[in-house]
């Protein structure tokens, strides 16, 4: 008999690693999930809709070029400095999701089905962990469907696609911080108002 490590480490795709998440909801005598049990299921959902995405030239020639065009961006955190690896991740989730750039205000990109995505990207030094969290600050809450939330590492040479989420839900469900206050985990003081999420969170794909 195969263990749960065994039978996890066989899952090879989100609906599967759903089915047997949430097995209970059809065999309802079998056992709930141990606390560690659960945190493993979490981590290989994280494994399993994570993309890792190497920089190339060519990506990084279209972002320098993109970001040539665009000033300092109102109340970016990096004051501009950002703007290029934004564009890597926003070149990387078009991509990936095959959407059409359409960049506004409230919106970096339109799906084929309507759906309008902001991509938000953090810079990294380190690969993503499924704890990690994803924010989006409180300064406006732009008129779009979802977030896509991306990794960028400062020496732009890779990038992670690290999932999706509603964006008025977002508002909804993730932890609301004011300026000064604590993050309930780390202890962190945040700089600006935020709402965060655990990166395990986001869903792996935009829903129709």
Not at 50 to 79: F, H, R, Y
Not at 187 to 206: N, S, T
Request: hydrophobic share 40%; proline share 4%; glycine share 6%.
């Amino acid at each position: 008999m195969m263990s749960f490590e065994e039978r996890l480490n066989l899952i090879t795709d989100l609906g599967e690693l759903e089915g047997f998440a949430n097995r209970r909801k059809y065999f309802s005598m079998l056992d709930a999930w141990t606390a560690g049990e659960r945190d493993l299921i979490l981590r290989k959902k994280f494994e399993l809709q994570t993309v890792e995405w190497p920089i190339g030239a060519t990506l990084l020639k279209a972002a320098q070029a993109m970001s040539a065009k665009m000033g300092t961006l109102k109340n970016s955190i990096t004051k501009g400095a950002g703007n290029v690896p934004a564009f890597v991740a926003e070149i990387m989730v078009q991509q990936l999701i095959g959407a059409k750039r359409q960049n506004t205000f409230d919106y970096d990109m339109v799906m084929p089905n309507g759906a309008r995505v902001d991509v938000k990207t953090t810079l990294t030094s380190v690969p993503p962990r499924y704890d990690y969290d994803c924010k989006v600050s409180a300064y406006y809450k732009q008129d779009c469907d979802w977030y896509a939330f991306a990794r960028v590492t400062y020496e732009l040479d890779r990038a992670w696609m690290l999932g999706f989420y509603p964006s008025a839900k977002f508002f909804t469900d993730a932890d609301h911080y004011q300026a000064g206050d604590p993050d309930k985990v780390s202890g962190r003081i945040y700089q600006k108002e935020c709402y965060v999420m655990p990166l395990w969170r986001l869903k792996g794909k935009i829903d129709e």
